[in-house]
């Protein structure tokens, strides 16, 4: 009779079968083992991203209000109590929120809010700045200190009381959206590179594609006269 295969062979036999159904079991878990690692490796990776532009946004809020509160108080002004308090609650904030994911909406726009109080007891007319909050916060979350440098950069390069200055801030809440319009007229500044804004805002484009990466749009027009920032956040 014909030759036919070795008993052990590969070829036509159940064991041959059975060991090629092994070997691609094989390749296949370790190919879904491989992009698992992966996968987590991206994941710590963009953690660790993350952690790294908070930390870096997190000191400049705190010197930018730390300054203001020196100004008040080498004037002796009698607004400096309460922008102590102001103060003591943005320090706050910043240490018991900003290592989490999300926050409350509301302590978000509570901290914003303190911000630009703080700015407006350095403001001796405060007739140029509009600050306006549309719809309710309550019952949503938000990535904490993710928008506060559109606002501070508004104050930074917008704020000069020899010139035609002019601000607004317009923070609106939708059922699902949150909207942050911010504007200023461009005047004439001073101050030394390491105050500039540019990074923090550049950190902040960087955390809205990490975190909210198909949740968000983001358009900034800088015209020769105006800087303009408008941003919607998707937070369902």
């Given at each position: ?20 159904q092994?070997l691609?079991?094989?390749?296949l ?24 532009l ?86 949503k ?11 501070e ?26 909207i ?11 101050f ?40 919607r956040?998707?937070?369902?």
């Amino acid at each position: 009779s014909p030759m036919g295969p070795p008993p052990n062979s590969f070829f036509g036999r159940p064991e041959g079968g059975s060991f090629f159904q092994f070997l691609l079991v094989l390749i296949l878990s370790i190919m879904l083992r491989t992009r698992n690692q992966l996968r987590m490796l991206n994941s710590e990776k963009l953690r660790a991203e993350v952690s790294y532009l908070k930390a870096q946004i997190n000191p400049h809020f705190l010197f930018n209000t730390l300054n203001s509160l020196y100004a008040l108080t080498i004037a002796k002004s009698d607004d400096a109590p309460d922008a102590v308090i102001k103060l003591s609650n943005m320090m706050r904030y910043v240490v018991t929120e900003s290592s989490s994911d999300l926050v409350p909406l509301e302590k978000e726009i509570n901290y914003i809010t303190d911000y630009i109080d703080m700015q407006k007891l350095r403001i001796s007319d405060d007739s140029n700045l509009e600050y306006t909050i549309i719809g309710n916060p309550q019952g949503k979350q938000i990535a904490p200190l993710v928008v506060i440098p559109f606002i501070e950069n508004a104050f930074k390069y917008g704020v000069n009381h020899e010139e035609d200055w002019h601000i607004s801030i317009v923070i609106e809440v939708t059922e699902n959206d949150f909207i942050l319009a911010v504007k200023n007229n461009k005047v004439k500044v001073s101050f030394s590179d390491d105050e500039a804004t540019e990074q923090g805002i550049y950190n902040t484009q960087k955390r809205l594609e990490i975190i909210y990466p198909s949740q968000h749009e983001l358009t900034i027009k800088d015209e020769p006269k105006t800087f303009d920032v408008r941003l919607r956040i998707n937070l369902s």
